[in-house]
């Protein structure tokens, strides 16, 4: 059965110092993979998709993700967080269907 | 135009009830999704529709579960003789095309389900 793991409950980051999120999945084939975020009040809003070509994605708000094949990876970066970043992120992955399978979240705090 | 809105945003009720949690969607979006978010976990798909049919009810968790999009906009997630382990934050999304895992699905707030 397809997952998603992110290693990280919780991840604290000084502002203005780089980030990196951690998701792995497991699926047999290319799944098409996403990266959510999710503010307090406000509802998901993705961030960024990968689904086949380059392997390094960009995305809104300065939030870039690496699929690595062979890791079973797709780390979600910011070279310089701010204050806002402060959130809950999803990794998510659908494998071609229609059902989309989120990871349990990791949660960022940042420091001033 | 406007997101995807729910209500209520938040129900209270008791062990045994029944209740309805309503989503409309952007206008003209034709895929829809329900999700439940448990605390401290990642939303858990329910079901998909595409226009009035469900394509995909296989998240729904047991049969007390059921949900309906009667005119292709707005569906009722329906949830017969409600259990303690029912309490959940239910969260529904929209997409504009076929509905595929391309499609960039946007989420409403959620309504905040509590069962006493």
């Known amino acids: 059965a397809q997952s998603v793991t992110q290693p990280d409950i919780h991840i604290t980051v000084s502002e203005g110092a780089s980030l990196e999120l951690r998701c792995n999945y497991s699926?047999?084939?290319?799944?098409?993979l996403f990266w959510y975020v999710q503010s307090p009040g406000q509802g998901l809003q993705l961030l960024l998709k990968?689904?086949?070509?380059?392997?390094l994605v960009q995305g809104i708000k300065g939030f870039e993700a690496e699929f690595k094949r062979s890791q079973s990876s797709f780390n979600l970066r910011k070279p310089s967080v701010h204050w806002s970043d402060a959130a809950e992120y999803f990794c998510a992955v659908s494998t071609g269907g229609f059902k989309t399978i989120f990871g349990a979240g990791t949660r960022l705090f940042v420091k001033a | 135009g406007a997101g995807v809105s729910q209500t209520p945003s938040n129900k209270v009720t008791e062990k045994g009830k029944y209740v309805e949690l309503r989503c409309d969607p952007i206008s003209g979006h034709t895929a829809l999704y329900w999700y439940r978010q448990s605390l401290g976990q990642g939303p858990e798909f329910l079901i998909y529709?595409?226009?009035?049919?469900?394509?995909?009810d296989s998240g729904l968790p047991n049969d007390r579960f059921f949900a309906v999009r009667p005119e292709g906009s707005v569906s009722t997630l329906k949830i017969q003789r409600t259990e303690r382990g029912d309490s959940a934050v239910y969260l529904c999304?929209?997409?504009?095309?076929?509905?595929?895992?391309?499609?960039?699905?946007?989420f409403g707030p959620g309504t905040r389900l509590t069962v006493l």
């Open positions: 990968y689904f086949s070509g380059d392997t």
């Open positions: 699926y047999g084939a290319t799944p098409y």
């Open positions: 999304a929209s997409s504009s095309l076929a509905g595929g895992p391309t499609d960039t699905q946007y």
């Open positions: 529709f595409q226009g009035t049919g469900a394509a995909d």
